[in-house]
T-cell receptor
Framework: AQSVAQPEDQVNVAEGNPLTVKCTYS??????LFWYVQYPNRGLQFLLK??????LVKGSYGFEAEFNKSQTSFHLKKPSALVSDSALYFC???????????????FGRGTQLTVWP | KAGVTQTPRYLIKTRGQQVTLSCSPI?????VSWYQQTPGQGLQFLFE???????NKGNFPGRFSGRQFSNSRSEMNVSTLELGDSALYLC???????????FGEGSRLTVL
């Protein structure tokens, strides 16, 4: 079975400090991994993805994520947080080896990031 | 290029009624998926369509149905609405070349 865990419901950081939003996954094969962000009353916006290659993936708005196969993790990071980064963040996975269809992702429960001034 | 467009953005229905939600994918995207988002259950997959065929379906009752038209536009229908159907319904389109989903702003359904 495919699943994603985001162990922290909330993450609070001060503006200018580095931030990390954690994600671990479970798939039977090799994963495609994604991060999305959601602002209030809006849809999900794509941040970045890991398909293959370099384990450090750079995405939109200065975010990056590191794929760690041995720890089955894909943590989202940013060196210097902004107040405008405050939002709900979702990690998602698709198992490439199961012939999964394109449109079905398995999402974590989300992590509310609050960046205070 | 225009993004994924969902209509209506907000709607209020009463129990027992039915509702139809519409989704226009990004031009050139042939895969359309639907998700339900609630505070309690999070993001749950409803179904996926590709070239007018349902390719995948989540664990929802038969009251939830969908279809896709030849221009890739999609609709989902919920019949005999229940209070628990109140949710944000998100549509996403995708293409094999990039792999990620592009989401619309959602349709927020309130069932009274």
């Amino acid at each position: 079975a495919q699943s994603v865990a985001q162990p922290e419901d909330q993450v609070n950081v001060a503006e200018g400090n580095p931030l990390t939003v954690k994600c671990t996954y479970s798939v039977s094969g090799n994963p495609y991994l994604f991060w999305y962000v959601q602002y209030p009353n809006r849809g999900l916006q794509f941040l970045l993805k890991y398909i293959t290659g370099d384990n450090l993936v750079k995405g939109s708005y200065g975010f990056e994520a590191e794929f760690n196969k041995s720890q089955t993790s894909f943590h989202l990071k940013k060196p210097s947080a902004l107040v405008s980064d405050s939002a709900l963040y979702f990690c998602a996975v698709r198992d490439r080896n199961r012939g999964s269809t394109l449109g079905r992702l398995y999402f974590g429960r989300g992590t509310q990031l609050t960046v205070w001034p | 290029k225009a993004g994924v467009t969902q209509t209506p953005r907000y709607l209020i229905k009463t129990r027992g009624q039915q509702v139809t939600l519409s989704c226009s994918p990004i031009s050139g995207h042939r895969s359309v998926s639907w998700y339900q988002q609630t505070p309690g259950q999070g993001l749950q997959f409803l179904f996926e369509y590709f070239s007018e065929t349902q390719r995948n379906k989540g664990n929802f009752p038969g009251r939830f149905s969908g279809r896709q038209f030849s221009n890739s536009r999609s609709e989902m229908n919920v019949s005999t609405l229940e209070l628990g159907d109140s949710a944000l319904y998100l549509c996403a389109s995708s293409t094999q070349e990039t792999g990620e989903l592009f989401f619309g702003e959602g349709s927020r359904l309130t069932v009274l």
